[in-house]
């Protein structure tokens, strides 16, 4: 008797956890990732302000899968679905499938706002943080040589949409970054000037966490510097400026954009999905009338308990990939499914050296402890016994010595696309980059 086959969507991290349970069993699979690695998205940020070089956060997806007999793995781009031909759309040409796990994630949404779109450096993948990591170096090295007091000043603002985790590790890491590093590269530039605004729409920063650790977190940023402007919306941007909806300007040439996501591929698959392009899934995480096709992680909209869907975490999306894959055992097996239930051991971000927020079973954590919990977290669970180790060692190094390795500019470059009057077509930062490497 033939053998299933199984076809996974994406090797983040609902992916990986479906490849760890579909290993050794009586399915054959293939893995689909338009990238050849998977990429561990909480540290991100860290090759943006150069703590880590960027191999650091990414694991090889070949490497992932080459230990199992049964499963296999294809660059290829998803474009599409044939649902009666029950065949993936892909860059690389058609892909059968019998069953079908999609775990594409999300990406930046910019919520409509064509200027913000093509000026902010967004945080959507390895390219992006290089990109916006040798941007960020290149303007201390312009300011080290501008005499225009403006433009100097312009170069060192430095303003990040978004007060949620991304956008406060952000903040709190290029504020450590300025003071304690980049003081000491550039001696003769006076950094007083340089400016981190933090900008969010709510009146506090962390939203989702509970108020004495939002209050936590604004107190400890301020105290490195970082200017918080809350209660108001970014409007507009330029690659020189930011508007607010309560009419300030900000002259800026770094924009970075940290506001909000929506589902991959929600505008390519014909499936209902929620205002964010999540996928409407029933409680076993299939497509309703779809039942050899299963949603998880950031692309999969489900309500929780408390009625509210599920956020797009990577806890969230870690257990769904494992439910889902085991969900598919069990229709192989003419077993009944199970419904999905998140086991919630916590959340937390750090916003400096010893500073950090934390909830975990209940319990609320600040400082220092959390710090060490949270770095214990992302040693444990990012991919690869070689990546554990050079974190450990760089981070050591870095909290001792004050000097991220990783302060060079290489690689992916961007410059400020045209503005559509200018006669020039219309990019977003992700599009002019990708197109750099090609
Ligand atoms: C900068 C940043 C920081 C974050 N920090 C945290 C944090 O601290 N804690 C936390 O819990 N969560 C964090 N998150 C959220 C977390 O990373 C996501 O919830 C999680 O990655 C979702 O997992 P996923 O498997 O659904 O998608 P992903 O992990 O995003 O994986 C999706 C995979 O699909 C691939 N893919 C995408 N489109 C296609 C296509 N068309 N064809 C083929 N392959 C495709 C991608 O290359 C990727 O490998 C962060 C996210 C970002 C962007």
């Known amino acids: 008797m033939s053998r299933a086959q199984v076809v996974l969507v994406g090797i983040g991290f609902a992916g990986r956890e479906a ?8 399915v054959d699979v293939l893995v689909l990732d338009r990238y050849n690695y998977h990429t561990f998205y909480p540290l991100l940020y860290q090759v943006a302000i150069a703590g880590v070089g960027p191999d650091e956060v990414a694991y090889p997806a070949r490497a992932l899968v080459s230990k199992y007999p049964n499963v296999r793995f294809r660059m290829a781009e998803v474009t599409g679905l044939d649902l009666a031909g029950r065949t993936v759309l892909t860059d690389k040409g058609p892909v059968p499938y019998e069953y079908l796990i999609l775990a594409a994630g999300s990406r930046p949404d910019f919520f409509g706002l064509e200027g913000v779109a093509r000026a902010a450096f967004p945080l959507d993948n390895i390219n992006d943080a290089i990109s916006m990591r040798n941007h960020i170096l290149e303007c201390f090295e312009r300011a080290s040589t501008e005499t225009l007091l403006e433009r100097r000043r312009e170069l060192l603002t430095f303003v990040i949409v978004g007060g949620g985790p991304t956008g ?26 340089v ?40 409007e507009d941007a330029t690659c020189h400026s930011v508007d607010l909806e309560d009419g300030q300007t900000i002259d800026a040439q770094t924009v970075i954009w940290a506001a909000g996501v929506r589902a991959r591929l929600s505008e ?29 992680g950031d692309m999969a909209h489900l309500l929780g308990p408390d009625g509210k869907p599920y956020p797009q975490l990577a806890p969230v999306a870690t257990q769904q990939g494992e439910h889902a894959a085991k969900n598919i055992l069990r229709l192989v097996r003419n077993e009944p499914l199970q419904p999905f239930r998140f086991k919630d051991r916590g959340t937390m971000t750090t916003i400096g050296r010893a500073a950090a927020v934390a909830e975990v079973y209940g319990r609320q954590l600040t400082g220092l402890t959390a710090w060490l919990l949270w770095l214990a977290v992302h040693i444990f669970t990012i991919m690869g016994f070689q990546n554990r180790l050079l974190l450990l060692i760089h981070w050591a190094y870095d909290y001792f010595r004050y000097a991220p390795g990783a302060r060079i500019i290489v690689g992916v470059r961007r410059e400020c696309p045209p503005e559509p009057d200018d006669g020039g077509t219309f990019e977003t930062l992700s599009q002019s980059v990708d197109a750099t490497l090609r």
């Open 268 to 296: 390519a698959l014909p499936f209902e999905t929620d205002g964010r392009g999540g996928m409407i899934v029933d409680e076993t995480l299939q497509i309703p009338e779809h039942p050899q096709t299963f949603v998880a």
């Open 195 to 234: 400016r981190i605004v933090l900008i969010e729409m709510l009146d506090t920063v962390l939203p989702l966490y509970a108020e004495s650790l939002q209050n936590y977190a604004r107190r400890k940023l301020e105290q490195m510097g970082v200017e918080l402007i809350l209660g108001t919306a970014v």
């Open 168 to 193: 406060v590790e952000l903040a709190g890491a290029l504020a450590e970054l300025q003071r304690h590093t980049l003081r000491s590269d550039f001696p003769d530039l006076s950094l007083d000037q």
């Open 19 to 26: 490849v760890e349970v579909l290993a050794h069993q009586d």
